[in-house]
């Protein structure tokens, strides 16, 4: 199991840009799968990304899949998300989350999780 640290959030006015960082510790980071997720108020869990363990292949919810980019650097232990054309819809606290192996975008798949970073998105 790795740890898992996310940093980079904040506020910004709608239309604007922001990128999470996720910093793990941990020997077995390059055999995860890394992914972000975000929860907003009264609202469940709702996945955001992922990016495979091997290859590094991505996967998007639909909503975010033009704006959004995943990416990752074994050699630094750490995974990234850049948001680009933000919307208020976007406002959540961004969880960094990994799991062995399998890509999948089920929250319970995953067992490692960092503590979340706000992002607010100002219309």
């Known amino acids: 199991q790795v740890q898992l640290v996310e940093s980079g959030g904040g506020l910004v006015q709608a239309g604007g840009s922001l990128r999470l960082s996720c910093a793990a510790s941990g020997r077995t980071f390059s055999s995860y799968t890394m992914a972000w997720f975000r929860q907003a108020p009264g609202k469940v869990r709702e996945f955001v990304a992922a990016?495979?363990?091997?290859?590094?292949?991505?996967y998007y919810q639909d909503s975010v899949k033009a704006r959004f980019t995943i990416s990752r650097d074994n050699a630094k232990n750490m995974v990234y998300l850049q948001m680009n054309s933000l919307t208020p819809e976007d406002t959540a606290v961004y969880y960094c989350?990994?799991?062995?192996?399998?890509?999948?975008?089920?929250?319970?798949?995953?067992?490692?999780w960092g503590q979340g970073t706000q992002v607010t998105v100002s219309s």
């Open positions: 990016i495979g363990w091997r290859e590094g292949r991505t």
């Open positions: 989350a990994g799991k062995y192996y399998a890509l999948e975008s089920v929250p319970l798949s995953y067992n490692s």
